[in-house]
């Protein structure tokens, strides 16, 4: 077989990652392998600790994703920021309805400030990064460009997250509607979309390398519906889930420049 067989390259591109980066991507999939072994001997304390586990260590991967391409200072702003942003989005979204409609956090994920969280903020670090180097693999490299990707694609992890996190009663919503999404109602899709996009704006990120971003997503994306439909009991979440970000992948590679590195 031929090194410019398309699977040998990607290997060589995974090889040719930092080896910090492929250390930290390492525990993360350890743990996230984990959790359904664990789950089977420890039951529900399992869920929640594997939850901030595979939280913290995929942030981590992400912040390392960051620090490498544009070093410490630009990477602790944007972190400091997609973070705090974010905890006050959830804020404001809990108390108004306003953002992803009326909704609460339980008391199992703690601590928390104003009833949300402080792992909210690290649970939306560990994949908005990833769609900014993403964007940066296509055409469309505007900051609009940017700000819209960005909220696509990570409206589309939600289409997993959201029905998983609220069958293990870490947050609930009280109004479902009469048209919902496995017990989410739709306006809470339109609030993720807007706020990726506006922190996305917001920060403006410089360009990231493309290929360690496009590989955490698709990890992300096969994890999570190998999770959801053969341990979880979530099938048809997970089937929608694998189209929604399959989706955003099929585009990003279909759209990328041939200046990228993909």
Not at 175 to 184: A, E, Q
């Amino acid at each position: 077989m031929s090194i410019k067989h398309p699977f040998w390259s990607f290997l060589l591109l995974i090889y040719a990652l930092p080896k910090i980066l492929l250390v930290m991507m390492g525990l993360w999939f350890a743990a996230m392998m984990s959790v359904p072994i664990m789950r089977w001997t420890f039951e529900g304390v399992a869920i929640l600790w594997g939850v901030y586990l595979t939280t913290l260590l995929q942030a981590t991967v992400v912040i390392t994703v960051l620090v490498l391409d544009w070093k410490w200072k630009r990477t602790l702003v944007s972190v400091g920021f997609v973070v705090v942003g974010t905890i006050v989005a959830e804020i404001i979204g809990t108390k108004t309805g306003l953002l992803f409609g009326q909704y609460h956090y339980t008391g199992l994920l703690q601590p928390q400030i104003l009833d949300v969280p402080i792992l909210i903020g690290f649970a939306w670090l560990m994949l908005l990064p990833i769609t900014w180097g993403m964007a940066y693999a296509t055409r469309f490299q505007s900051r609009l460009a940017l700000s819209l990707y960005a909220g696509i694609a990570m409206t589309a992890w939600d289409l997993y997250l959201d029905p998983q996190m609220t069958s293990w009663d870490l947050w609930k919503w009280d109004h479902v509607g009469t048209f919902n999404y496995f017990g989410i109602p739709l306006h809470n899709f339109l609030g993720w979309f807007v706020v990726a996009g506006l922190i996305t704006w917001i920060i403006n990120p410089p360009k990231l390398t493309s290929f360690p971003c496009l590989l955490i997503y698709s990890c992300v994306w096969m994890m999570q519906f190998i999770g959801q439909f053969v341990f979880w009991g979530q099938m048809l979440v997970a089937i929608f889930g694998f189209m929604g970000m399959g989706s955003v992948l099929l585009f990003t590679i279909l759209s990328r420049t041939r200046e990228s590195t993909v």
